[in-house]
């Protein structure tokens, strides 16, 4: 792949999962399925910037919302393939900071 080919995907790649908080809700979601205030109660983020990472997340076909028709109806965000995908990735960022940080 040529450099003119890879720059841009690799600046659309970053941008989306270099926005704060964005990186550690992926890793929150790679436990498995969770309910909104489970994920805000293990993050130090507000709800509302959650809330907006979580719909970008979805709009990118990363984060999949789930929602169970029970009283009182039930959410749950978990990763798509596309976003397990991502899973090498942060893994091997965490190693890095282990390491280097």
């Known amino acids: 792949m040529n450099e003119t ?18 990186g550690l809700i992926l890793y929150q ?4 399925p969770q309910r ?3 994920i805000e109660s293990a993050l130090p983020v507000s709800g509302r910037l959650l809330s907006e990472r979580l ?5 990118e076909g990363i ?3 789930k929602v169970y028709t029970e009283v ?16 090498g990735a942060i893994r091997n960022i965490e190693i890095w900071a282990t390491n280097w940080l």
Do not use: H
């Open 63 to 65: 984060v999949e919302r």
């Open 29 to 32: 979601l790679l436990d498995g």
């Open 5 to 22: 080919t890879l720059c841009p995907r690799l600046a659309k790649a970053m941008d989306l999962i270099g926005k704060r908080w964005t």
């Open 36 to 38: 909104f205030n489970e």
């Open 72 to 87: 009182p109806v039930r959410v749950e965000y978990s990763l798509t393939d596309k976003g397990q995908a991502l899973e």
């Open 55 to 59: 719909k970008e997340l979805e709009k």
